[in-house]
């Protein structure tokens, strides 16, 4: 994965926790596990991993990957946590971050990899907001493209559990979204 890609994803989910209200916040999510406040924590605590990751760093959260960080990341201001986030992160991926290895909690890993992976959460993280805040979870067809075509390459069945619920078959001639969402066990 590429720092465009990332950059793609990242203003694609802002958009749609630029829309967050704070009555929102306690809404279900299609991560059937979370609420709004509860995903938006994750996809902040996302954020501070990928960037402390990508920066051969110590995370300045406790937060293990695809959990919940142990303390509360959005405050009152949930776009403003988001923004913060992303700069570290975009700021962690610039230079040969994506060029070489990282060491991460699963073992030596690709910065493309890491960086797909990270892309990967935030962009499907902001479907998953969009879907629970009644906003329009239609995703740039190009940029779902690329995160499906990482996704394919990368998520198997025997890797899935417990975070990734199974594939749902969805039209071949579904939206890019769809068939993103659907891909990683999401009812698009």
Not at 36 to 47: C, E, F, P, Q, S
Not at 89 to 112: F, N
Not at 135 to 145: S, V
């Amino acid at each position: 994965m590429d720092r465009a890609t990332m950059e793609g994803a990242c203003a694609s989910t802002e958009r749609i926790i630029n829309g967050v209200r704070l009555e929102d916040l306690s809404k279900p999510t299609p991560c059937t596990d979370w609420d709004v406040r509860a995903l938006l924590n994750h996809v902040i605590g996302t954020l501070d991993l990928g960037a402390a990751l990508l920066s051969d760093s110590m995370p300045t959260v406790n937060m293990a990957p695809g959990e919940l960080p142990d303390a509360d990341l959005v405050g009152d201001d949930p776009a403003k946590a988001y923004r913060l986030g992303v700069e570290t992160l975009l700021a962690a991926a610039a230079g040969d971050a994506l060029e070489r290895s990282h060491a991460t909690p699963l073992g030596d890993m690709p910065g493309a990899v890491l960086g797909g992976f990270t892309t990967l959460d935030i962009l499907v993280h902001g479907w998953d907001l969009a879907t629970a805040t009644g906003q329009d979870p239609a995703l740039p067809a190009d940029l779902a493209e690329t995160v499906l075509a990482f996704a394919r390459q990368t998520i198997t069945e025997d890797t899935r559990q417990p975070r990734i619920g199974p594939a749902i078959v969805v039209s071949p001639d579904a939206t890019a979204t769809a068939r993103l969402v659907g891909f990683l066990g999401r009812q698009p």
